[in-house]
């Protein structure tokens, strides 16, 4: 999300609070000099908070929240998340029972967004990544399957592919979930989940979708992240051609464009008439690319009209930053504001394709850039969402705002599209209502993982497809139970999706911008 976009912020906020003298935005500062890194950076993170989290109103003054107080944990990480997890937990959405914004389902009391680490998001920003390369989802409680593999990783040398079942993780089979009703405290769970993105190697027994059994032995290794991961047409009856493509990160535009730019041009070369846009695991990432997706899909009569706009915390608006102004300089009276232009961003058609109707094939684990995407073309044209709800992100960072050495990020600001809709925190749910009293039109259905991308009889491409041949969408309930074959034990589809959420959690969920003003 950003204006000038891909918030990438590259600069040091080390000695924000270090200083007695400095009394930061808020009052009651310390009265002593911080004399550890860790103390500068919690004093530090407590300040940027209170100056431009987009919730910050409801922290207290410096001397009643205390950021220093947060000592347990074996690393300055753990201690910074702490901190992070305390004051995300004090805002309140009406919406949610007056739960905070960042609640997180899966472990009440730590944020949902914000969160600091070592580099390793702005890296996968980059297209660059250093893990095993394919990612993997419980279909049931005994039945874990390879979800999608990334072009030219360990996992894609090795022979790996959508829709490949795991039988046994490093010699053990004892892989199920026992525990359908707490499956992410599950033993079998956690030993997988550990065993996949805790280490450096790991041994894989696989049946594989082409049939057979095999062993594979992965090294994680760097690579370039391709976000395209299949795209195809299919032709239909009436004269119908559908576009399908599988996008699965928001990498910089100078990575993504290219690909998009090929799709596209592929696409108007074939006449397609309907656009399938598979954004099923994807996390999100840059804002420009997310814009420049949306200048693709929409129809040429909407260039020059509102895409969206972007609405900052209160202290931004009100050219209250100090803190951020030293760091990125000024920006100049009511550059936050959302009535300035450099706010508003609006269409402008792109590449050769004019289709009228897009369809998203949508789960738990579209967020963010993924979700503006969407949002930003509901009012333009006929959008179509297939699948889970989605994650529930329509807040972004600024990226790459380093505290001693650590990414921090925490949101700072809004966007929301032509017809003034946003605040989707509770996510985008296919058929569903939003938050403003509309409905997201599509289909409630399972994500089927028992099928290669681009297979006509994957479930949610099948719905798709079925909609552009018929004008209406299979018979089949979108809120099934997903039942074991071999046990019976059976897990729902609210549980099913919420799951391969929390087994997804350590992948990119966000959106990003770049700004910076004049020293």
């Not at 997890?85 to 009391?109: H, I, M, V, W």
């Not at 850039?369 to 959008?383: C, F, G």
Request: hydrophobic fraction near 30%; proline fraction near 5%.
């Amino acid at each position: 999300m950003r204006k000038l976009f891909y918030l990438i912020l590259i600069f040091s906020v080390g000695g924000v609070a270090a200083c007695k003298k400095d009394k930061g935005p808020g009052n009651n500062s310390p009265t002593d000099s911080a004399t550890t890194k860790l103390q500068i950076s919690q004093d530090s993170i407590y300040y940027y908070a209170k100056e431009i989290y987009y919730w910050n109103s409801f922290l207290p003054d410096y001397k009643t929240f205390n950021p220093r107080q947060y000592t347990n944990g074996s690393t300055d990480i753990d201690k910074l998340t702490a901190e992070i997890d305390a004051y995300t937990q004090l805002s309140k959405n009406p919406l949610n029972g007056n739960r905070p914004y960042e609640y997180d389902d899966f472990n009440p009391g730590s944020s949902k967004y914000s969160f600091i680490d070592d580099g390793t998001t702005n890296t996968e920003l980059n297209a660059s990544k250093g893990d095993y390369g394919f990612n993997y989802f419980y279909n049931t409680v005994d039945d874990i399957r390879v979800s999608l593999v990334y072009a030219g990783s360990p996992a894609a040398k090795a022979g790996l592919t959508r829709g490949d079942q795991i039988i046994a993780v490093n010699g053990s089979t004892a892989i199920n979930i026992t525990n359908s009703n707490d499956p992410v405290n599950d033993a079998g769970y956690k030993f997988v989940y550990n065993a996949v993105n805790n280490t450096s190697t790991v041994a894989l027994q696989v049946k594989k979708l082409s049939g057979g059994t095999v062993t594979v032995n992965l090294n994680a290794q760097n690579y370039t992240l391709n976000p395209l991961i299949y795209s195809n047409t299919y032709s239909l009856t009436g004269g119908k051609v559908a576009g399908y493509f599988v996008f699965n990160n928001f990498t910089s535009p100078e990575v993504a464009q290219p690909k998009l730019d090929s799709v596209f041009s592929a696409f108007a070369a074939k006449g397609v008439t309907d656009l399938i846009v598979d954004l099923r695991y994807n996390g999100g990432g840059d804002v420009r690319t997310s814009t420049y997706l949306s200048n693709l899909i929409v129809p040429a009569s909407a260039s020059g009209s509102v895409m969206n706009t972007t609405y900052w915390t209160a202290n931004l608006q009100n050219d209250n930053y100090p803190n951020l102004k030293k760091n990125l300089g000024d920006f100049g009276p009511g550059y936050f504001k959302p009535t300035n232009a450099a706010q508003i961003e609006k269409f402008a058609k792109a590449g050769g394709l004019n289709v009228s109707r897009v369809f998203f094939l949508v789960t738990g684990n579209t967020a963010s850039a993924s979700e503006l995407t969407i949002n930003n073309l509901r009012p333009k044209m006929d959008v179509q969402m297939i699948g889970q709800p989605t994650y529930g992100k329509p807040v972004g960072f600024l990226s790459n705002l380093i505290i001693k050495g650590q990414y921090f990020y925490t949101p700072e600001f809004e966007i929301k599209n032509s017809a003034n809709e946003g605040g989707y925190y509770l996510g985008m749910e296919p058929g569903g209502p939003t938050p403003n009293g509309g409905i997201y039109t599509g289909k409630l259905d399972d994500d089927d993982l028992t099928r290669a991308f681009g297979d006509q009889n994957e479930g949610l491409l099948n719905d798709a497809l079925t909609y552009i041949k018929t004008n209406a969408y299979p018979q089949n309930t979108g809120k099934q139970t997903v039942q074991s074959l071999s046990t019976g034990r059976t897990m729902t589809s609210v549980q099913r999706n919420t799951l391969s959420v929390k087994t997804n959690s350590h992948r990119l969920h966000g959106m990003y911008i770049s700004i910076k003003g004049k020293k």
